[in-house]
């Protein structure tokens, strides 16, 4: 039976680290830009309708959820970056 649940503790790890290694997150570059930006901020929180710190975790962890159409649109005009400047894997 624990050989089992080592078997399935080890898939899930395998998984867990090929989705981290395979996502797409915001540079370094991107984060302080909107870090710096209440405009962009807002319009995160108002368009998405987020609350103010929805936003602010999601910066902190560089979350995936950034990385949507609708908020790279948003980052994207608020911060006048291009999307080569926005997304890093």
Same mark, same amino acid.
């Given at each position: 039976m624990n050989y089992i649940c080592s078997i399935k503790s080890d898939k899930a790890n395998i998984i867990k680290q090929m989705t981290d290694t395979m996502t797409? $997150?915001?540079?370094?570059?991107a984060i302080e830009a909107v870090k710096k930006s209440l405009d962009a901020?807002? $319009?995160?929180?108002?368009?998405?309708?987020?609350?103010?710190?929805t936003v602010q975790r999601w910066?902190?962890?560089?979350?995936?959820?950034? @990385? @949507?159409?609708h908020a790279l649109?948003?980052?994207s005009e608020e911060t006048k970056l291009s999307e080569t400047d926005l997304l890093r894997n």
């Open positions: 797409i $997150r915001l540079t370094d570059t901020k807002n $319009r995160l929180q108002y368009e998405l309708k987020i609350s103010y710190l910066l902190r962890n560089n979350d995936p959820k950034l @990385t @949507t159409a649109k948003i980052i």
